[in-house]
């Protein structure tokens, strides 16, 4: 058994794991992946590209089952008290693997107990504006919120959302402030941003891109260490000297406590394979993602940053779920 999180794997294990070379795969069983979302979304196509290239590592096959509702904790649940024998994992972007903790009063899981198996993909979020908006940049629109405090709105693809959060991290970066409208996903609230029943949105790369590209949306920022590559002219928010706007939606795969360290370290090693080949790589880029692969305690140290995060941004702005 491995410790969630853990920052490295004991000799001991890695010596199981090497004896146990081919723990991920399982001829006669499949490989079981929740997505705790809805079917077509980024956070459901991506894990069905990597399992498309899975068979020499299971045999039998990879099925992604959606299992949706409550912020993703429906699905969560159900991986969370799953057997622990590697063969049942959650595919998830951050709401039920570290954040919803610091959202909701109660949770029928521990967040904190999830074995990390690996860091799928990362999808730089982007501010963007409807362009009927006089502002071309990012000081351009604080200088604008400063001068009409209150008096624009910001669309979230629903309460607690990363969209929700990062707006709210926004705004207390640069002492704004703006009127929220939750939506139930994202694309009710972009077809308002287009319509202009919204002003600002911070949405996934992937979602907004094609809307920027045709004139209808305006991306001022990317929430990103680095441009991306499909934005090239775009600059990041700290280059428009708001260094702290950092959030990235993220795509882990993790296991349910107590799974065994050689079924950890297999699956991963076979997701990273796959997620090197070009053809992933490409479709990836369709999606305005990232892929990583990285190893179980890169990935779990990376969720335990974007937690302490998310749970100081969560509690400045107040915002609670029940």
């Not at 990879?62 to 994992?89: K, Q, W, Y």
């Not at 405090?149 to 703006?178: I, R, W």
């Not at 939750?182 to 972009?190: C, I, M, N, Q």
């Not at 600002?200 to 045709?214: I, M, T, Y």
């Amino acid at each position: 058994m491995i410790k969630p999180f853990a920052r490295r794997l004991g000799a001991a294990c890695l010596a199981a794991a090497f004896l146990a070379g081919g723990a991920a795969a399982q001829p006669g069983k499949p490989l079981r992946i929740v997505v705790p979302f809805p079917a077509g979304g980024t956070a459901d196509i991506l894990p069905r590209v990597v399992a498309a290239k899975l068979r020499d590592s299971f045999p039998a096959g990879v099925v992604i089952e959606n299992r949706t509702g409550a912020g993703g904790n429906i699905g969560a649940e159900s991986v969370f008290n799953a057997t622990p024998d590697g063969e049942t994992l959650l595919a998830s972007p951050p709401a039920p693997i570290a954040i919803n903790q610091h959202l909701y009063r109660k949770l029928s899981f521990d967040p904190a107990k999830w074995v990390p198996v690996t860091m799928i993909a990362t999808v730089p979020n982007v501010l963007v504006v409807n362009p009927k908006l006089p502002v071309r940049s990012v000081p351009e629109l604080i200088a604008y919120l400063k001068a009409n405090p209150g008096k624009l709105s910001y669309g979230s693809q629903g309460n607690g959302t990363t969209s929700h959060l990062t707006a709210s991290m926004f705004m207390q970066l640069t002492g704004t402030d703006m009127v929220h409208v939750p939506y139930k996903g994202t694309a009710p609230a972009l077809v308002d941003l287009v319509g202009g029943q919204i002003d600002v949105f911070f949405d996934n790369l992937s979602s907004s891109l094609p809307f920027h590209q045709s004139g209808r949306l305006r991306i001022l920022a990317i929430a990103d260490e680095q441009r991306a590559q499909v934005l090239p002219d775009v600059p990041t928010f700290a280059e428009q000297k708001l260094p702290a706007m950092n959030a990235v939606t993220w795509f882990a795969l993790v296991a349910p406590p107590g799974t065994p360290v050689a079924k950890v370290q297999a699956t991963q090693r076979a997701f990273a394979d796959a997620l090197a080949l070009p053809d992933v790589k490409r479709q990836f880029a369709e999606q305005g993602a990232e892929p990583r692969g990285w190893d179980s305690a890169r990935t779990g140290q990376f969720i335990q940053a974007e937690s302490a995060k998310w749970a100081k941004v969560i509690k400045n702005a107040n915002v609670t779920l029940d």
